[in-house]
């Protein structure tokens, strides 16, 4: 399957990795040029025990791109994910602007179907907002006809055992009210 994530932090960079190692086509987008560059020349900018090897054998077998193209990788995935940061607000919520701005570059580009999953650590009610922004974007381009689900699917990774936890996980949490896009 062919799958896009956006941002290429500590939950992005395991969550793609694992995704390539078991067989996935995967795209990694982020806005930090000189971060894509390094993952191309193979340099791992965290340290996760196992996580390097995934990563340099995943991208020499091209199951694993990286690039700041995010036209490209919309038109890549049939699954979106959505795993950029969500920095504290002044009043101490978690500040939406960058899994909102990647819901609009998904709506402004996507020409079929697809499946956006927030993989950020969000309040609720989150993906109400990331299905309106990706509505609102189709609406401006009049293509309202693309259909999408948004389905919420949270990381419990912990520092040190990431890509273990990530490849067997005890428990995935899937929320969504699309039956289709759960069994995907």
Do not use: W
């Not at 992005?12 to 993952?39: F, I, M, N, P, Y």
């Not at 020499?60 to 490209?72: E, K, L, Q, W």
């Amino acid at each position: 399957m062919n799958l896009t994530v956006f941002g290429i932090g500590y939950v992005g960079l395991v969550q793609a990795a694992v995704l390539a190692e078991v067989g996935h086509d995967v795209v990694c987008v982020d806005v930090d040029a000189a971060k894509v560059e390094r993952l191309n020349q193979g340099f791992i900018p965290i340290f996760e025990p196992g996580l390097e090897a995934l990563v340099r054998e995943n991208h020499a077998a091209g199951r694993i791109v990286f690039t700041t193209d995010a036209s490209m990788a919309v038109r890549h995935g049939a699954i979106q994910m959505i795993a950029v940061g969500t920095p504290q607000g002044e009043d101490g919520s978690a500040d939406l602007k960058y899994v909102l701005s990647v819901a609009d570059a998904i709506g402004r580009e996507m020409a079929g179907a697809k499946i956006v999953v927030t993989k950020s650590t969000v309040p609720v009610g989150t993906a109400d907002k990331v299905r309106e922004t990706i509505a609102v974007a189709l609406k401006q381009r009049g293509r309202e006809e693309l259909s999408f689900d948004v389905v919420s699917n949270p990381e419990f990774l912990k520092e040190g055992s990431a890509v273990a936890d990530c490849m067997k996980p005890d428990r995935i949490i899937v929320g969504t009210d699309s039956e289709a896009a759960e069994e995907v």
